[in-house]
């Protein structure tokens, strides 16, 4: 492990506040302007968070990561090792964990008359014939979605606030990380809840980045295939 500030918490929360104020710019002014002419909301979203949300919160990482002294080896940093057999169940677990409680989010979603879904992807139409190229959009936005997202919450700034927080951190870093998704919408937030607090917490009692990747992307994938297949949760 790197010699990170055990003092001074500032940057780590300036990164959570910079990625939620660009989220909510892109959602609500961004956005419309691009809908505005002809474009799709979810296109527009996949379009517009990767140069204005994703890339500029890497970019905070990297700085972060090099303004840190003694880093030593950078898959040691960010906790990318193999994951081990235990690990793996660990994995599966948590996505086990967050299909279950996302479910009872959903239903208490329609109870509360909620909209799960985040303002961009309300009434997406499935992909037909002529719209295949959503899908190919989606493979290049979801490695800066999931990819970036964990390289910068889980694998930069986690065991930052490991160093400030101890067995708190994962508490901090998810509610941080709700922070960021505000902009979706509380539906949406209260279906998250269980991602936002289990991929921090598996995360760091494993010590591996690799997990919450696989958590997070868990998660994404069955989302935008039920958006594509036009399937209401």
């Known amino acids: 492990m790197s010699t990170l500030n055990r003092r001074n918490s500032g940057p ?11 989220q909510f710019a892109t959602v609500y002014l961004a956005i419309p302007r691009l809908t505005g002419a002809g474009v799709e909301s979810i296109a527009a979203w996949m379009l517009l968070a990767i140069p204005l949300i994703f890339i500029p919160l890497i970019a905070c990482g990297i700085i972060l990561l090099r303004a840190e002294r003694g880093a030593g080896d950078w898959r040691s940093r960010l906790r990318l090792q193999r994951p081990s057999a235990r690990d793996w169940l660990w994995g599966v677990g948590g996505v086990v964990g967050i299909a279950i409680g996302s479910a009872v989010a959903f239903w208490t979603c329609a109870s ?13 139409q499935p992909v ?3 719209r295949w190229w959503l899908v190919a959009l989606w493979a290049v936005y979801w490695p800066f979605n999931i990819l970036g997202e964990e390289f910068i919450w889980r694998g930069v700034l986690l065991p930052r ?13 998810g509610a941080l990380w709700g922070i960021f998704h505000a902009a979706f919408g509380p539906g949406n937030n209260l279906v998250l809840v269980p991602t936002l607090l289990l991929v921090p917490l598996v995360a760091q009692l494993r010590r591996n980045t690799w997990l919450a990747v696989l958590m997070h992307g868990a998660l994404s994938l069955p989302a935008f295939v039920s958006l594509a297949l036009g399937v209401e949760p």
């Open 12 to 22: 780590d929360f300036a990164v959570f506040v910079l990625g939620s104020t660009l």
């Open 128 to 130: 037909t014939a002529d």
């Open 112 to 124: 509360l008359g909620l909209d799960p879904d985040p303002p961009f992807a309300r009434g997406v």
């Open 161 to 173: 606030m490991e160093e400030r927080f101890g067995r708190m951190a994962w508490i901090v870093n």
